[in-house]
């Protein structure tokens, strides 16, 4: 009951963004993974389901990171073939990492796809019969067993490298020598034909032909995509290592021109990173414009990639990159210690004292503020930095203060404290989604609660036009006294909520990067907080003028 229990909790939490995909899609893992190969039912075959669905918007180089993380536990044989017909890069990474033992794999190699059993030829801890079945199956490494010359030594190859001899001189008249004469013959002719001057050599022609290449990697490239993104045409000797290359992949083009792309906008100095041969590999810049039909219908980007200079590209690899390679190792020990703390509360390896499970639940606990924490750092990093957009669509802005006015109300009315909002205009939709404002909300009006002193009244006003919708809040008597906002400094008490663990200046500069990506500003004026962001123009919500709302 204690598994139902907690499957049936993440099931029933939402997997709205990236980030809580992500999130849903490791509990799902570790909860499957660790379940009894015979367990069924509907809530699992609703996680089995729900699994599928998360790893549709998940990238498959995250799925794999995923589950190559030492924490996660994959045994159960029915998951890892519902991973081995996913992905291939998610499968190899389930393949590298799955523990099961001997007769479990003796029952599963076999159902498995073709190409995950190629995958786990790679791995060298498998049981002894997991092996012979692989090598029964013809699972092995595709390479030709070396020639044995116990009998005859190979000849030296002369000093001048003679032309390589035909292929039917050495298999003319082998009927009498045998096999092995012949296996001496070919490995004679491959000498020669390595020896042999590079010209006469078979080449692939991967990093030549290529025009106006530098020092091995070209300066510009003309390119045409299809709706979706994927390139369908390049400048001849460009194609076949263009053509294919979906240009919107999160790990390919940077947020910012994804998110022009999605709205059929022109893209201008787009960020681009590609993987692959000299030619085209590395840092490029995008300039596209997107074509339309006859009929105005959308068919595609047309648009040049181009090298950025030397100092561009050095200022690419900053301090914003540098600071998520330091979160990206400290997230790793931090998420080893919380795997380690809840395997002794859980009981999973047996059992443990009730002193140690609370130790481990507040281990647990501490872990998760921290990993919080992380993620807060790094989503200022890539905001500021142009890396991450916010969601598109019609929030909400008066919804989501209302929403959390009433979230904060328990807190603060205990020290008599209220938070006053005075409502004007109609128009209240702004170019974020609902969630995106909801959370900019919170961080907002949770700093400014969190500074209230006990009976302080503040008033704010929220008004909404077809241009803008502005919020304006004043400033509790003890933030009037900060010199910097904006200054992440920790704070010197921990206040009675608060929307993040760094302190309100943290908080409220990670607030305004957000409202500057989503075209807005967050400033101060006159001992006022001032939130702005840009309408976005529908039709006119059915709201009186005048509204008071208090918390």
């Known amino acids: 009951m204690l598994f139902d229990d907690r499957l049936a909790t993440v099931l029933r939490s939402g997997a709205a963004g990236e980030r809580a995909a992500r999130t849903q899609f490791r509990q799902l893992l570790d909860l499957l993974g660790t379940t009894p190969p015979g367990a069924n039912g509907p809530l699992v075959t609703a996680a089995y389901a729900r699994l599928a669905e998360i790893s549709d918007q998940i990238p498959s180089t995250d799925q794999s990171r995923i589950l190559r993380e030492p924490w996660l536990r994959l045994r159960n044989p029915r998951l890892l073939a519902h991973l081995a017909e996913g992905d291939p890069q998610a499968a190899a990474a389930a393949m590298a990492t799955a523990r099961l033992d001997e007769d479990d794999w003796a029952e599963l190699i076999p159902e498995l796809p073709v190409i995950a059993r190629g995958f786990l030829r790679h791995r060298r801890d498998l049981p002894d019969k997991a092996k012979t079945l692989l090598a029964r199956l013809g699972v092995r490494d595709l390479v030709l067993p070396q020639p044995d010359f116990a009998e005859e030594p190979l000849v ?35 000498q020669a034909r390595r020896s042999a001057p590079a010209a006469l050599a078979p080449r692939l022609p991967l990093d030549d032909g290529a025009p106006d290449a530098v020092n091995g990697q070209s300066k510009s490239c003309d390119i045409a995509t299809e709706v979706s993104g994927r390139v369908t045409w390049a400048t001849p000797g460009y194609a076949p290592l263009l053509v294919g290359l979906d240009i919107t992949a999160s790990e390919v083009l940077d947020a910012r021109s994804r998110a022009a792309m999605r709205r059929h906008q022109p893209i201008h100095g787009g960020k681009v990173r590609i993987d692959g041969v000299a030619a085209v590999a590395g840092e490029w810049l995008l300039d596209a414009m997107p074509g339309f039909g006859a009929t105005g219908s959308f068919t595609g980007y047309v648009g040049r990639l181009r090298r950025p200079f030397a100092g561009a590209v050095a200022s690419t690899s900053g301090p914003a990159d540098r600071m998520r ?35 481990s639940a507040a281990v647990g606990v501490d872990s998760a503020r921290l990993l919080a924490g992380f993620d807060e750092i790094d989503r200022v990093v890539r905001i500021e930095t142009g890396q991450e957009a916010l969601s598109d669509g019609g929030g909400n802005l008066r919804l989501a203060v209302e929403r959390t006015l009433k979230r904060l109300e328990g807190v603060i009315r205990p020290r008599s404290a209220k938070m006053r909002l005075l409502v004007s205009g109609e128009n209240f939709a702004v170019r974020v989604g609902d969630d995106d404002a909801a959370l900019l909300g919170w961080r907002i009006l949770a700093t400014l609660a969190g500074a209230l002193a006990p009976g302080e009244v503040v008033e704010m006003t929220l008004t909404g036009s077809q241009k803008a919708v502005v919020l304006a809040m004043e400033l509790p008597l003890s933030l009037t006294t900060v010199d910097d906002l904006f200054g992440a400094a920790a704070p010197s008490q921990a206040p009675a909520v608060t929307a993040g663990m760094f ?43 005048g509204d008071e709302t208090t918390a």
């Open 156 to 190: 030296e190859a002369p000093a001048e490298p003679p032309a390589p001899p035909a292929p039917e001189s050495i298999l003319a008249d082998t009927g009498s020598e045998g096999i092995s004469a012949l296996v001496r013959r070919i490995e004679a002719f491959q």
């Open 325 to 359: 390679q330091v979160l990206h190792e400290l997230r790793t020990p931090v998420n080893a210690i919380q795997g380690f703390a809840e395997i002794i509360q859980q009981q999973l390896f047996g059992p443990a004292p009730n002193t140690y499970r609370a130790l």
């Open 503 to 545: 302190g309100s200046g943290f908080t409220l500069r990670l607030a305004r990067a957000e409202a500057m990506a989503a075209g807005g500003s967050l400033a101060v004026e006159d001992e006022t907080l001032v939130l702005t962001l840009p309408a976005l123009t529908g039709s006119p919500a059915a709201h009186s003028q």
